[in-house]
């Protein structure tokens, strides 16, 4: 069985400041880790992916997250806020557990709200 | 080209109205899934078609009724349904195979209103 815990579920910065949003995870498989960010009324849009190779992560927009296999982590961070990162941010992890595709399961998600 | 579409945008239907949700994607990719999401929750997954077969049901009511008629196109067709069942109606795809598990692409959703 997998679980994703996002550890604040409502994140606040000020523009230009740095984002730190945070994740735990389990799972009995070696698993591949997400970060999604879904803006008001839009779908879901991938930040970046952990799939066993580096365990620094960049992804788009500044966004970049470290694997620390030994504190079951996956933090999202980001050097300095902009207004349009406002949005709420999903850390996702999947394994196949035996099947051909992945099954996701989601935190409950942390939005981020920036100040100007 | 990563898009997913998805049509309609919007959505309000009677509780004894028939309607279809339409997704589509040009990626090559043989996995596709319908999500629910209500408000301020994540997504909760309904359906996965794996090679135009559907593998996975997760017990959703069978006033949704899936088709994957091929393997760019996904519909969900509605009948009867429940001021419940309003939601953000949300379509991904993915590759399958291989050994690590592939990222899904979403699409805008559909917003579903039921009267």
């Known amino acids: 069985a997998q679980s994703v815990t996002q550890l604040d579920s409502h994140v606040s910065v000020s523009e230009g400041t740095p984002v730190l949003l945070r994740c735990n995870y389990s799972?009995?498989?070696?698993?591949?880790l997400f970060w999604y960010v879904q803006h008001p009324n839009k779908g879901l849009q991938l930040l970046l992916k952990?799939?066993?190779?580096?365990?620094l992560v960049k992804g788009i927009n500044g966004f970049e997250a470290e694997f620390k296999k030994s504190e079951t982590s996956f933090h999202l961070t980001k050097p300095s806020a902009h207004m349009s990162d406002a949005a709420e941010y999903f850390c996702?992890?999947?394994?196949?557990?035996?099947?051909?595709?992945?099954?996701?399961?989601f935190g409950q998600g942390t939005i981020l709200t920036v100040h100007p | 080209d990563t898009e997913v579409t998805q049509t309609p945008k919007h959505l309000v239907m009677g509780m004894t109205n028939k309607k279809s949700l339409k997704c589509e994607q040009h990626?090559?990719?043989?996995?596709m899934y319908w999500y629910k999401q209500k408000a301020k929750k994540p997504p909760e997954l309904m359906f996965v078609?794996?090679?135009?077969?559907?593998?996975i049901n997760e017990s959703v009511p069978s006033r949704f009724s899936p088709e994957c008629p091929n393997s760019s196109l996904l519909n969900l067709h509605l009948h009867a349904l429940q001021p419940e069942d309003s939601a953000l109606y949300l379509c991904?795809?993915?590759?399958?195979?291989?050994?690590?598990?592939?990222?899904?692409?979403f699409g805008p959703g559909t917003r579903l209103t039921v009267t």
């Open positions: 990626m090559g990719h043989r996995a």
């Open positions: 996702v992890v999947s394994d196949r557990g035996g099947t051909s595709y992945g099954k996701l399961t």
């Open positions: 991904a795809s993915s590759l399958v195979g291989g050994t690590s598990s592939y990222e899904q692409y």
């Open positions: 952990y799939t066993s190779a580096a365990t």
């Open positions: 078609y794996s090679y135009e077969k559907l593998s």
């Open positions: 799972s009995s498989y070696s698993p591949s």
